[in-house]
């Protein structure tokens, strides 16, 4: 079946500007994640939904970062008037059930986002 | 909150040789254990990974051991060969009581496989 899949794969936007980030997690896949990942460095968590429970927002780094994930599948990833230290991979990872030990993450290919 | 380390942060090793990666964590209350590989360019994969209820696991060339006491927990790949490299990150669940959510990630270890 078809995995976790992200849009666009690429995105160039100038300081200042609004971005939206496109996730569509594995079907049947009740928690979805969002991470990020600068140059060199390890995978920073942002945020993360588990079915129809309020989302875990304590790794968003400011209030520029925002997502939702309609009827419990495609999410978006919203960052508002993006600063040049935004610019990362963001990765999008689901899996079978967030709250139970030991379900696998599948990651998508990721958003390469640049701001200038 | 869960915080991760992890070393050696680049690692070098002859074809054939064993490759060693040691991660700790700070949050007694995880326990799920996971390593991803990310090849350059790529998305990050799981390899293996192991529960507090067990003190290793072993996958063919690769296994992976827990100390809950120290709490830290280690890599472990065999007869490296040159497609074994790239970065490979470990993490830790980190919600109260227990169960798997979100993942904190190590900084990753990026490892090098000379033929």
């Known amino acids: 079946g078809a995995g976790v899949s992200q849009s666009p794969s690429n995105k160039v936007t100038e300081k200042g500007k609004d971005v939206e980030l496109r996730c569509d997690p594995i079907s049947g896949h009740t928690a979805l994640y969002w991470y990020r990942q600068s140059l060199g460095q390890g995978l920073e968590f942002l945020i993360y939904f588990q079915g129809n429970s309020a989302p875990d927002k304590s790794g968003l780094p400011s209030d520029r970062f925002s997502a939702e994930r309609t009827g419990g599948s495609v999410s978006t990833l919203t960052i508002q008037r993006t600063q040049q230290e935004d610019s990362a991979v963001y990765l999008c990872a689901s899996s079978l059930a967030g709250g139970k030990v030991g379900n696998e993450q599948f990651f998508g290919p990721g958003t390469r986002l640049t701001v200038l | 909150g869960e915080n991760v380390e992890q070393h050696p942060s680049t690692l070098s090793v002859q074809e054939g040789d064993s490759a060693v990666i040691k991660c700790t964590y700070s949050?007694?209350?995880?326990?799920?254990f996971p390593w991803y590989k990310q090849e350059l360019g790529k998305r990050p994969q799981l390899i293996i990974d192991?529960?507090?209820?067990?003190g290793e696991k072993k996958d063919q060339r690769i296994a992976v051991t827990l100390n809950k006491t120290a709490k830290h927990f280690s890599l472990h790949i065999t007869e490296t060969q040159p497609e074994d490299s790239a970065v490979y990150f470990c993490a830790a669940s980190s919600l109260p009581g227990g169960s798997q959510g979100n993942l904190i990630f190590g900084k990753g270890t990026k490892l090098s496989v000379k033929p």
């Open positions: 949050d007694s209350a995880s326990n799920y």
């Open positions: 192991i529960r507090s209820n067990v």
